[in-house]
C-alpha cells in the first residue's frame, strides 16, 4: 500500500527546479501565500490611487472592479500589506462574501475577520472588555438570520452568564463595530482597512437590500472598506443611489495584463520558487505563451491555469517543455475528458460554439447570428448553464451578457501543420 501512495503523490514542480506550483491561481495574500509577495508586478497607477484613499484620514468607500481572473484580489492585498507595514490594521484574510448574507451575516463575518486578526498578532488594540464581548459574539454565532442574532451575553455580563443569549439588532452590531473601530483607531493613530471580496456573489436584490440598509455602517469613521467585485458590481452599485452618493468617486479599474508583463510575472515566480542550488525549467515556448495569451485576452488565470493543466499532464519521470502542438492537443484532450459525459443537443451547440468564442455575447446577438428566435435562444442558455457550459458574465438594463466556462476556449486551439521534407532536399 505504501508504493501505491508514494506513486500517486507526487511533486512533480521539483523536477523543474521550483518548490510549488508557479503556475497557481491563487492571490498573493498580505501574510504567507503561496505566491511570494515580490511575484507581484506593475499597477503602479492604481496602486498610487488606493494608497492616496488609504492616506486620507475620516474612511471611505472603494469599489475595485474588472473581469474575473485579472489580479483585484492580489493588488488590493498588496496595498494593503504597504498599510500594515505604515502600521494601519487590517484583516489579515480579505473577507468573503456568500451569496446567502444578509444585513446581520454581513456585520457579524466582518467582525469574525477583525477578531481573527487581533487574536492572532495584537488583542490589545482594543479594551479587555470589548475583547471579551467580540469573542462572545465569535463562539456563539447565530441561529436565525432571517428574524435577528442570538449572542451570548452581549451587553450583558461574561463568565458563568456566558451563554445567556440576547437578541440583537443590525444597529446594535453596527455600534459595536464603531466602537471597536475608536478603539483601534486611538491605540495605532491610523485609519483601518476592511476588503470585501466576491461582491458579484449576491443577486442583485441581496446587493440593494444590504448596502441600502448598512449605509450608515459604512460611513464609519476611520474605516477604508474596499469592495472587490466583477463587471457587474458596478451597475448595481449605481443603481442604489443612497449608496453609490458616499463611494469614492472614482472606482479602480484592474485591466488584463500586457503579454510581456504575463511573461515578467512567469519568470519571477520561477526565480522566488526556485529550490537553491538547482537551475529551474521553464516548461514552454515562447510561442505558447502568446498563443494562450491571445486565447484569453490577457486573462492572467486563465492563461496560468492553462499552463498548470497541460504541465501536470504531460509530465511523468523528467521535465518537459511543451511546444504549441503538444500544448493544444494536451488541453484538448484534458477538455475532452471533462466534458464528455455532459450530452447537449446540435442545435444547443452551435449556440455554445458562438458563446465560445467570444468574451461575452447576449441574447439578442446569439439570435442574430444564429437566425433562431429569442425564445429559443433563453431556452438553449437555460439548458447549457444548468450543464456549467455557461454563466452569466453581466447584466446591463435588461440585457445579460454571457460567457462560456473559461475551459471550452481550448477547443479553438488548433495544431501546426508541420511540413516533411523529402529526402532529396539533403543531397
Known sequence: MGSVTIEIIRDIWELYGVRSNPFSSAPILVKGGIIPLEC??????????????????????????????????????????????????????????????NSNTFILNTLAGIFATLQLSKPGLIGEETYSKLESIIDVGFSDTSSGLQFASFGVSHGKDRKTASHITSFSLTEFFMRI?????????????????????????????????????????????????????????????RFSSILTDTPIIIEVFTLDEVDELIKKRFEAMRIEDLEYVIPFTNDCLKILFDLWGGNIRHILNSLSTAVQEITKEKPMVLDENMLSRTLKL????????????????????????????????????LDLPRSNISGYIKDLEEAGYVYLRRKTGKDKFWSADPILKWSLLKEKKTIQKSLHAFH
Not at 183 to 208: A, F, P, Q, V
Not at 351 to 369: C, F, G, H, Y
Request: net charge neutral; with cysteine.
Open 181 to 241: 473601530c475608536r478603539e483601534i483607531n486611538e491605540r495605532t493613530g491610523h485609519d483601518i482597512i476592511i476588503h470585501y471580496n466576491n461582491t458579484e456573489l449576491l443577486s442583485e436584490e441581496n446587493i440593494k437590500d444590504i448596502f441600502e440598509n448598512l449605509r450608515d455602517f459604512f460611513q464609519t469613521e476611520g474605516v477604508h472598506f474596499v469592495f472587490v467585485g466583477n463587471l457587474t458590481v458596478k451597475a448595481y452599485f449605481n443603481s442604489i443611489p
Open 334 to 369: 484534458v477538455l475532452e475528458k471533462r466534458y464528455s459525459s455532459k450530452k447537449i443537443t446540435p442545435r444547443a451547440k452551435d449556440v455554445l460554439m458562438e458563446i465560445v468564442r467570444r468574451e461575452e455575447i447576449t441574447n439578442k446577438s446569439l439570435s442574430d447570428l
Open 40 to 101: 507581484f508586478i506593475g499597477r503602479n497607477e492604481q496602486i498610487q490611487q488606493l494608497g492616496k484613499i488609504f492616506g486620507s484620514k475620516g474612511g471611505s468607500r472603494t469599489l475595485v472592479y474588472g473581469d474575473v481572473g485579472v489580479g483585484k484580489t492580489s493588488f488590493v492585498n498588496i496595498v494593503r500589506r504597504y498599510a500594515i507595514e505604515e502600521g494601519y490594521f487590517t484583516p489579515f484574510k480579505e473577507i468573503a462574501i456568500q451569496s446567502d448574507w
